[in-house]
């Protein structure tokens, strides 16, 4: 199942509780994609013969504001670079999916900030999108990461708009500080599992 939301949204915070009090395993697309850009040799080939050598300092680390700033002005660079990154996140997710349900998960989830942008939404059988109101998720990121309103308004503008997502989703969690989470976590999990027990 794929949990998606703009910044700053809660899609961690909602993860953390499906994890936590439920027991459902989660994959973090975005931090594996990072490990892989560091730890894939495969990966690390493709994206040196992409950008040059520099895209690794000479201690090995991903030159993150290098490539950033070569992709910033070249769109097609960027589409090259998520070519490269999205099929390595997907074959690493699937394996990582069949060893937990290996291990007796009854399902797991997959979070992602791109996920409908990147289409990885058509790899996975539902989709949780987490909402909340832009002022609010300003409101959370700026406190979280210290940066400016202005800065955040550029990452949403970066983003596909929420109601696109909406149109997409299988679940909604809302989490707008007036709904509670935990009650609406438990709904949906208790749906999959009656969705999951009709198709045995
Ligand atoms: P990003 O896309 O930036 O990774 P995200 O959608 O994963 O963000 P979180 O990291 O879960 O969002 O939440 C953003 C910040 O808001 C965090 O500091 C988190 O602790 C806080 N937060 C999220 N939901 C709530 C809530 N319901 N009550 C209080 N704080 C919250």
Known sequence: ?????????????????????????????????????????????????????????????????????IVFSQPEKLAALNALVHPAVEKASLAWHQEQSQKGAVYTLKEAALMVESGSHLHLDYLIVVIAPEPLRIQRVVQRDGLSEEQVQAR??????EADKLALADFVVYNDGQHLLLPQIWHIHQQILARLKSQN
């Open 1 to 69: 199942m794929g949990i998606t939301g703009g910044i700053g949204s809660g899609k961690t915070t909602v993860c953390q509780i499906f994890q936590e009090a439920l027991g459902v395993p989660v994959f973090y697309a975005d931090s594996e994609a990072k490990r892989l850009i560091l730890e894939d040799p495969d990966l690390r080939r493709g994206i040196m013969d992409l950008f040059g050598a520099e895209a690794y300092t000479e201690e090995g680390q991903y030159n993150r504001a290098y490539v950033a700033s």
């Open 156 to 161: 949403i503008r970066g983003q596909l708009p």
